[in-house]
């Protein structure tokens, strides 16, 4: 079993509505990062969270510490939002390495 | 405007060849990564530097080696290029206990 786990895979949206993509872990955690990754390759760090909720724009970032749970929320989809999406974890404090889930791919349609 | 550049963005290579994938940061960070990123496996660590010459084993380091020689470069090395390593090869920094990284564009290698 990974230790970091998405859902969905796959994921497509009508251009307005409310997304969320899910992020479970298995192994404890300093913090948790959501990544996002345009066709081409760039990544761009969106949030990194080690407890309660972060928002920019219309994005929101949730995490359950107990639970070992995050979510990632889009708010009035837009088609630019279409990326991919990859929760990543870093452990212990003192860990330089982050743990990576496969990734959400989201297309948005106008 | 900050950033990890990664010198090339396309790159072919025959089998057996030794290739060089170069990444430069301008932030002056302490922490640079080398990640592979395949369909279905998402983001693997080969290796990572937390200092000049310093450097540590990732997920899958078998088949490569680094060098940081400068803080600011960090060069990922495949000794006998194979098959199996074409890949996107995507390079990462970051500050000493941050939690932010910064990642380059990718350097996608074929290799024939």
């Known amino acids: 079993k990974n230790e970091v786990e998405q859902s969905p895979q796959n994921l497509t949206a009508q251009e307005g509505e409310f997304i969320t993509i899910n992020c479970s872990y298995s192994v404890g955690i300093s913090a948790l990062h959501w990544l996002q990754q345009h066709p081409g390759g760039g990544i761009v760090s969106l949030f990194m969270l080690s407890s309660g909720k972060k928002k920019h724009g219309r994005l929101i970032a949730t995490i359950n510490i107990q639970e070992k749970h995050s979510s990632l929320h889009i708010t009035a989809s837009h088609p630019r939002d279409s990326a991919v999406y990859i929760c990543?974890?870093?452990?212990?404090?003192?860990?330089?390495?982050?743990?990576f889930g496969k990734g959400t791919k989201l297309s948005v349609i106008p | 405007d900050v950033k990890v550049t990664q010198s090339s963005r396309y790159l072919v290579k025959r089998t057996g060849e030794k290739v060089f994938l170069e990444c430069v940061q301008d932030m002056d960070h302490e922490n640079m990564f080398w990640y592979r990123q395949d369909p279905g496996l998402g983001l693997r660590l080969i290796y990572f530097?937390?200092?000049?010459?310093?450097?540590e084993k990732g997920d899958i380091p078998e088949g490569y080696s680094v060098s940081r020689e400068k803080k600011e470069r960090f060069s990922l090395i495949l000794e006998s290029a194979s098959t199996n390593q074409t890949s996107m090869y995507l390079c990462?920094?970051?500050?000493?206990?941050?939690?932010?990284?910064?990642f380059g564009a990718g350097t996608r290698l074929s290799v024939l």
């Open positions: 990462a920094s970051s500050l000493q206990g941050a939690g932010y990284s910064t």
């Open positions: 990543a974890v870093r452990r212990g404090a003192g860990s330089y390495q982050l743990t």
């Open positions: 530097s937390y200092d000049v010459k310093m450097k």
